[in-house]
């Protein structure tokens, strides 16, 4: 195996929270352990000294931690884009990788980079993007409205003429949106997220004693994560299981999705300590989450790939997912409960089903956990990933 040098390109690194974000860090962590030279570029300033504990090399153009939708959704990738060219010239990479940012690729064409692009995909806008991200409901939707074609058409720009040799899908469900656009097949390869080995695996047999049985979901606040729904079905729960308790963990990206959770909760006169919004979290509150809640839900409407319930199959949570992204392959038949769509009934008729049949509980979520450890590891992902490198660059000199 050719020891590469490779340059990632990234839009979503530290101090930025998120699948994506942590995706970033652990394939270049992971290829560094695998022996190669990894550069990593992104953008942001490093507050809490995170770079230099990393066994790989950052280089963060100048910029503020500005994680504004627009400035990191359009303009931070074009930035990024022309930075690469300085960086070609003054250190010999055999490879450039396309970590996130959706439509670097297209500004990629007008730069002199005359070495493989590879393009990881995780999924494609204007799926995944924020319903509101004016507060004035109006303005929102003129906005929206003007926003979501532009998102599109730079889609279909970037794939038919943005600079890259191969693309790397995070899943098949995205590998079919890739093929619909008339991407050939022989340009895609799957590789799937890992799953860090950062969750403690809880205990196998559930307990029913503690003061509360716990719902989690892990996800920033916004539409197309379907916490409204899961909100929706806590009356249900309630009813069966009164000390219930529904965390949402994350940042609230949405501040309208935030008031219409607030305004559901108090029109089901359901407390506070019932449904806690916990807004931005560390990793760490992630492991600690994790630990103590019994159920894991995951009600979303869209996923590229979902790092977060593949987290709770890893520590043994038994989870509850919809039918998007790579869910369907991660739960399969006999680890998880799997729902067309996130329907208050059916979720709170899931949870149910969990509480009143520990055994079933505990088969599902060894089952998950198992499944994860076996096909989620990152050094093998890793290894993938080098094969692709490896057909890319000698393809080059065919």
Not at 7 to 35: A, E, K, W
Not at 173 to 182: D, E
Request: contains cysteine; charged residues 20%.
């Amino acid at each position: 195996m050719k020891l590469y040098k490779i340059l990632v390109i990234s839009t979503d690194f530290d101090p930025l929270i998120g699948g994506t974000s942590r995706h970033t860090s652990c394939l270049c962590n992971s290829l560094s352990c695998n022996g190669l030279d990894v550069h990593l570029l992104t953008y942001g300033i490093d507050t809490n000294g995170y770079d230099r504990q990393q066994n790989y090399h950052i280089v963060r153009i100048n910029s503020k931690n500005n994680f504004n939708y627009l400035y990191r959704h359009l303009f931070i990738p074009i930035k990024l884009a022309f930075s690469v060219s300085k960086h070609l010239k003054n250190n010999d990479y055999d490879l450039v990788h396309v970590c996130s940012g959706n439509y670097i690729p297209l500004p990629l064409r007008f730069t002199t980079v005359n070495i493989p692009v590879i393009w990881t995909i995780h999924n494609l806008p204007p799926a995944e993007m924020s319903t509101h991200i004016i507060r004035n409901c109006v303005l929102n939707s003129i906005f929206i409205a003007f926003i979501k074609p532009i998102f599109a058409i730079s889609v279909v720009l970037s794939l038919k003429f943005g600079k890259f040799n191969h693309i790397i899908s995070v899943s098949e469900f995205i590998q079919q949106k890739l093929l619909l656009k008339h991407v050939p097949a022989e340009k895609i390869d799957v590789v799937p997220n890992g799953v860090e080995k950062r969750i403690s695996p809880r205990e196998a047999t559930p307990n029913f004693h503690k003061k509360w049985f716990t719902i989690l979901v892990i996800a920033r606040v916004v539409e197309h994560k379907g916490q409204l729904e899961l909100v929706k079905a806590m009356p249900r729960i309630l009813a069966h299981i009164p000390h219930a308790r529904c965390i949402i963990a994350g940042e609230i990206i949405s501040e309208n999705y935030r008031d219409s959770i607030i305004e559901e909760m108090k029109s089901n006169s359901i407390e506070d300590n019932k449904i806690i919004l916990t807004g931005k979290i560390s990793d760490e509150d992630v492991k600690g989450y994790l630990s103590d809640c019994d159920i894991y839900v995951q009600p979303s409407y869209e996923e590229g790939f979902c790092i977060a319930i593949a987290e709770a199959m890893y520590g043994r949570v038994p989870v509850i997912g919809t039918e998007t992204g790579a869910i369907p392959t991660f739960i399969g038949n006999d680890r998880g409960i799997l729902l067309p769509t996130p329907n208050p009934d059916s979720i709170a008729d899931a949870v149910i089903k969990y509480f009143d049949n520990p055994e079933i509980m505990m088969r599902y979520a060894e089952n998950g956990r198992n499944y994860i450890q076996q096909n989620y590891d990152w050094d093998a992902i890793a290894k993938k990933t080098i094969v692709i490198y490896d057909k890319v660059i000698t393809n080059r000199f065919k």
